[in-house]
């Protein structure tokens, strides 16, 4: 089923309806739409295997549902408790993405065997490093237990010129000289093990590149320039590192960079995760199209104005850098538009056009958020459609009662 399609979205209401699904907000997962790209993305990568990354999901059930099938191992979580509160639930393959300083959570970690041997952490100074042991030293005097896991994060970031840099923020380490360095120290301290590393290139998996304008043909520029740098890079900082350490895996890519990260030897597992919902800002990617996977209906409750329907909510506006590609995409119906003096707002949000004006008190507008595993932040539960079915719900982790950012 293609969610947004007005006969789909038609279809869609009537069986909420039939099965006494009347209360709004109301988040749908397409099994089929999910299951397609799950699929695909594991085509994409051509025989490497995909670590889910949850930040994309934040849905046990689901990550269950993808790490079941063919070409899927581990998981790419975003923070220690996380990673311990999945491991908690069976979990056997966590790394964390992001370097960890919560000190309750690492202790936890040093107390928990099966954390122990499941559990990664990501590293990329030696300040880090000391955290580490100084939050467990007293656990690791009174009791023989195997080494920390720690992988380190290579920044592969493109900067062809001084100042100008395409990229994220992320780790301090560039080249492969200062790899080694803190793989150096990591083996001086033997409470910790280095056992991987890893290098998102983000100015590829996560800029989208399909627009037809100056900008759309300058960000295909630099993704092609781009490529060969990171290749190169990530191919000397691994055999470097390999010299001094026997790594179990090398991680990059993300979904938007699965093909070109997949042809590098060098790697031995990509991290995907939004790929698999299809958020409204994967709808502007030039080589892949997920199907939209999920839907969030919010009611209309007022009419202000002629040709001006009030929703309640809809304001889940994406992180990242502000701007019109971070409010929700309106699925349905067609010829909707946010006001430009509002957009869309935590409680209430005006929406305006010719379809405003067929909307009545109690419709339902179907809204697609522009990043893939935020909205679980906003709904205790997914409810799940397969064809023409409810099969049941997956609780988000907000449902069963985990935060962790």
């Known amino acids: 089923m293609v969610t947004g399609a007005g006969r789909a979205i038609g279809d869609l209401e009537a069986l909420l ?10 988040a749908v997962l397409y099994l089929d739409a999910f299951d397609a790209n799950a699929a695909d993305l594991a085509r994409r990568a051509a025989g490497t295997p995909l670590r889910v990354a949850s930040k994309s999901l934040r849905v046990r059930g689901l990550l269950e549902r993808v790490l079941a099938r063919p070409g899927y191992a581990g998981i790419l979580a975003f923070t220690l408790p996380e990673a311990l509160w999945l491991v908690e639930h069976g979990a056997r393959d966590v790394l964390v993405a992001y370097p960890t300083v919560e000190r309750g959570a690492l202790r936890r970690l040093a107390m928990l065997p099966a954390a122990l041997e499941a559990i990664t952490l990501m590293v990329d100074e030696t300040a880090q490093l000391e955290l580490i042991l100084d939050a467990t030293s007293d656990l690791r005097a009174r009791r023989v237990s195997r080494p920390i896991r720690v992988a380190l994060e290579l920044d592969v970031a493109y900067a062809p010129l001084p100042g100008v840099r ?14 080694v360095a803190l793989a150096r ?14 290098a998102y290139e983000g100015q590829i998996a996560g800029v ?20 060969p740098d990171i290749a190169e890079r990530r191919a000397e900082a691994v055999a470097a590192v390999r010299r001094i350490a026997d790594l179990e895996f090398v991680n990059g890519g993300g979904t938007g960079s699965i093909e070109s990260t997949a042809a590098e030897e060098a790697v031995t597992e990509i991290a995907a995760g939004s790929g698999l919902i299809g958020p409204g800002l994967f709808d502007r990617y030039r080589d892949f199209a997920p199907h939209p996977a999920l839907l969030l209906g919010v009611s209309v409750v007022r009419r202000p104005a002629p040709g001006v329907a009030t929703l309640l909510g809809g304001g889940w506006i994406a992180s990242g850098v502000p701007g019109p590609d971070r409010l929700p995409t309106i699925a349905h119906p067609p010829g909707l538009s946010f006001a430009p003096q509002e957009a869309a707002g935590e409680v209430q949000t005006p929406v305006l056009g010719p379809a405003a004006e067929r909307l009545r008190v109690g419709d339902t507008v179907w809204l697609r958020h522009a990043k893939a595993g935020e909205p ?30």
């Not at 309806?17 to 109301?26: D, I, K, N, S, T």
């Not at 395409?166 to 790899?179: H, I, V």
């Not at 590149?209 to 043909?217: F, N, P, R």
Request: aromatic share 8%.
């Open 376 to 405: 679980a932040e906003h709904f205790a539960h997914y409810l799940l459609v397969r064809g023409d079915e409810i099969v049941g719900s997956h609780p988000t982790y907000r449902g069963e009662g985990a935060v962790f950012l």
């Open 208 to 227: 989208t590149d399909a627009a037809a304008t100056a900008y759309g043909a300058a960000v295909r520029t630099m993704k092609r320039l781009s490529r």
């Open 17 to 26: 309806a039939r099965e006494g699904y009347h209360e709004r907000p109301l």
């Open 185 to 198: 120290q990591v083996q001086a301290r033997p409470a910790l093990e280095l056992v991987g590393l890893m």
């Open 166 to 179: 395409f990229g994220a923020l992320r780790s301090p380490l560039r080249s492969p000289g200062q790899a």
